[in-house]
């Protein structure tokens, strides 16, 4: 786990009610065995002392059972404001409801939708569990998400790169995801993009942006190159995407 690449990014929008929110966007923390009870701490007060106004976590928070990293996970729950999450596929592999069980602090956005406050006007946000839910018997509520995110202005939250189209299908102003890690290690990049639509950072599709997070942790080898993990605030500022 990597802490030390903390970067603003400016997300251009077209609506003006979204002018100056900043999200601070975290993903695949995969947090397992290894991972000490001092970095955690680290990535919490380092995040407590950004300004932003409210967090979201798009996935793959544990790489190991629950049982084995309790005391871990309860140290998110400092994480200050509010905290939207969404499932990735190893917190559904390794126990997404025992995970929902210690975020006792967080807010499940899985087939969820949630209206907030920014500056007097309403702001719609909605998520999905991962692709990968259906071998979990877990459904996908996509058109009733579809549906909600056509709602002004919305922000549309998955694990994976490939649910873009939900995001355009919707007309949503802002689609964050992770899954990819950049491609973690150079040169599989190549690899992740025959798979995945975006690798990592900003993209605009019609009128989406969309943001892949290379996320804090590290899979299967506990290393990077020329993919350097991040702690992001998307700051959204009212542009004309051309």
């Known amino acids: 786990m990597t802490l030390s690449n903390f970067q603003t990014v400016e997300i251009f929008v077209k609506n003006e009610k979204l002018n100056d929110l900043k999200i601070l966007h975290l993903s695949d923390l995969h947090i397992n065995k290894k991972t000490t009870i001092s970095q955690l701490k680290e990535l919490v007060f380092l995040c407590n002392n950004l300004i932003f106004d409210f967090v979201v976590i798009t996935g793959d928070i544990i790489d190991t059972k629950v049982k084995f990293i309790k005391e871990k996970l309860q140290i998110l729950n400092e994480l200050k404001g509010v905290v939207y999450y969404i499932s990735g596929n190893h917190d559904l592999f390794y126990g997404l409801e025992d995970l929902k069980k210690e975020l006792f602090n967080f807010i499940f956005m899985d087939n969820n939708c949630k209206e907030f406050i920014y500056k007097n006007e ?101 290393f990077r190159y020329k993919a350097n993990a991040e702690i992001t605030i998307v700051k959204l500022i009212t542009k004309i995407v051309e």
Do not use: M
């Open 122 to 222: 309403t702001i719609f946000l909605a998520g999905l569990p991962d692709r990968f839910s259906k071998f979990f018997k877990i459904k996908r509520e996509e058109k009733q998400i579809e549906n909600y995110l056509k709602n002004e202005p919305s922000i549309f939250l998955a694990h994976q790169p490939k649910d873009y189209k939900i995001a355009l299908n919707s007309n949503s102003t802002l689609f964050l995801c992770g899954h990819t890690h950049g491609g973690q290690i150079y040169p599989f990049h190549y690899l992740v993009k025959l798979v995945q639509p975006f690798l990592a950072g900003l993209f605009y599709k019609q009128n989406t942006a969309i943001y892949v997070n290379k996320g804090i942790g590290t899979w299967g080898i506990n």
